[in-house]
């Protein structure tokens, strides 16, 4: 089983629509990540999260640490949030900010 | 992204051969780190560092050394190129307290 497991795998919305990704990890961490990554492009980071709740425009993550939970939420989705979510952890204690990755989950929204 | 920087970008290479990726930064930070990126595999750590001279293994460092004479350069060397090393490679840097800064990734080819 591996540390860290996202869902769905695919995902496929309307535009306008509000979409949800999970990530759950069976580790202890110190922190959570989300990453965007477009077809052919590089890797960006959007939200770090060791508690409660992050906002950047159309994007929410949440975290609960006692259920080892996250959740990354885009409102109105929109054509270019297609895209690979990816959601990261960095172990507690002195991991040295390794990163552990989920699978990823591939999100296509339609006009 | 501005202060990374992977070259080369693209590379084909035979079996058998060495080769050498770079990263540069000019951030100065302390944590670099080198991963994998495969279909079915997601993101994987093949080595770190943690300052000059200090490097550490990934769970994916076989075939592979790493070297880290400058706190801007962190080179990763696959002595002799094999088939399965054929991925995408990505570079990336730790800003404190923020998240993570990936390089624009290095397609690596070996036929």
């Known amino acids: 089983k591996n540390e860290v497991e996202q869902s769905p795998q695919n995902l496929t919305a309307q535009e306008g629509e509000f979409i949800t990704i999970n990530c759950s990890y069976s580790v202890g961490i110190s922190a959570l990540h989300w990453l965007q990554q477009h077809p052919g492009g590089g890797i960006v980071s959007l939200f770090m999260?060791?508690?409660g709740k992050k906002k950047h425009g159309r994007l929410i993550a949440t975290i609960n640490i006692q259920e080892k939970h996250s959740s990354l939420h885009i409102t109105a989705s929109h054509p270019r949030d297609s895209a690979v979510y990816i959601c990261a952890v960095t172990a507690g204690g002195t991991s040295y900010g390794k990163l552990t990755f989920g699978q990823g989950t591939i999100l296509t929204v339609h006009p | 992204d501005a202060g990374i920087t992977q070259s080369p970008r693209h590379k084909v290479t035979e079996t058998g051969t060495p080769v050498t990726l770079r990263c540069h930064q000019t951030e100065n930070h302390r944590y670099m780190y080198w991963y994998r990126q495969d279909p079915g595999h997601g993101l994987r750590l093949i080595h770190y560092?943690?300052?000059?001279?200090?490097?550490d293994k990934g769970e994916v460092s076989d075939g592979y050394s790493v070297s880290r004479s400058k706190t801007e350069d962190f080179l990763l060397t696959l002595e002799s190129a094999t088939s399965s090393q054929t991925s995408v490679y990505f570079c990336?840097?730790?800003?404190?307290?923020?998240?993570?800064?990936f390089g624009s990734g290095t397609r690596l080819t070996v036929v």
């Open positions: 560092s943690y300052g000059v001279k200090d490097t």
């Open positions: 990336a840097i730790r800003p404190t307290n923020y998240g993570y800064t």
């Open positions: 999260l060791s508690s």
